[in-house]
T-cell receptor
Framework: NAGVTQTPKFRVLKTGQSMTLLCAQD?????MYWYRQDPGMGLRLIHY???????AKGEVPDGYNVSRLKKQNFLLGLESAAPSQTSVYFC??????????????FGPGTRLTVL | KNQVEQSPQSLIILEGKNCTLQ??????????LRWYKQDTGRGPVSLTI?????NTKSNGRYTATLDADTKQSSLHITASQLSDSASYIC????????????FGGGTRLMVKP
């Protein structure tokens, strides 16, 4: 059981370039989330998905797009990267068991630098 | 706006000593409060979770407390070990259907030998 995996682990982009971050989970979880973590700040939700084929905006969605074509994968895209998107990106997933106490399981993170 | 504030921002203690980390929140409606441990370069890992009716929860040497009236929580670490060096993040759920979480900025703990 690999849990939540993210690729790539590190990436450097130039302003204006595009890229896609991949999150995969093998726990059959319904919910998946993308967060960004900036120094001194708490994790902030970018987008999330409550099931295959559905996505929704979080707290800081601007400049990002997502897709959930398969239940186990959640993709985060940057169409035109900006230096303000330099951050560490975390993916998380949780099961749908009806309780708000369900724990979110986090991936190891992707460190993105935009020059 | 929902907010979670943690103190101190950073803390250095000697191995074997105890420490307490603080968390204040303004999240409504409150559903539950979690403490996560985040090792450097890794994703957060859940330590404890407490609902409105619980005022203490232990996980080994970690003990979390919750005062829902004053909207405060603490995480007490007993007999610290070098492996406790990490960031500790307080996370509060507003209890909506999507389980949206509000994260604190974390306390960075360093345990020195």
């Amino acid at each position: 059981n690999a849990g939540v995996t993210q690729t790539p682990k590190f990436r450097v982009l130039k302003t204006g370039q595009s890229m896609t971050l991949l999150c995969a989970q093998d726990m059959n979880h319904e919910y998946m989330y993308w967060y960004r973590q900036d120094p001194g700040m708490g994790l902030r939700l970018i987008h999330y998905s409550v099931g295959e084929g559905t996505t929704a905006k979080g707290e800081v969605p601007d400049g990002y797009n997502v897709s959930r074509l398969k239940k186990q994968n959640f993709l985060l895209g940057l169409e035109s990267a900006a230096p303000s998107q330099t951050s560490v990106y975390f993916c998380a997933s949780r099961p749908l068991t009806g309780g708000s106490t369900d724990t979110q399981y986090f991936g190891p993170g992707t460190r993105l630098t935009v020059l | 706006k929902n907010q979670v504030e943690q103190s101190p921002q950073s803390l250095i203690i000697l191995e074997g000593k105890n420490c307490t980390l603080q968390c204040n929140y303004t999240v409504s409606p409150f559903s539950n409060l979690r403490w996560y441990k985040q090792d450097t370069g890794r994703g957060p890992v859940s330590l404890t979770i407490m609902t409105f009716s619980e005022n203490t929860k232990s996980n080994g040497r970690y003990t979390a407390t919750l005062d829902a009236d004053t909207k405060q929580s603490s995480l007490h670490i007993t007999a610290s070990q070098l492996s406790d060096s990490a960031s500790y993040i307080c996370v509060v759920s507003a209890g909506n259907a999507g389980n949206m979480l509000t994260f604190g900025g974390g306390t960075r703990l360093m345990v020195k030998p």
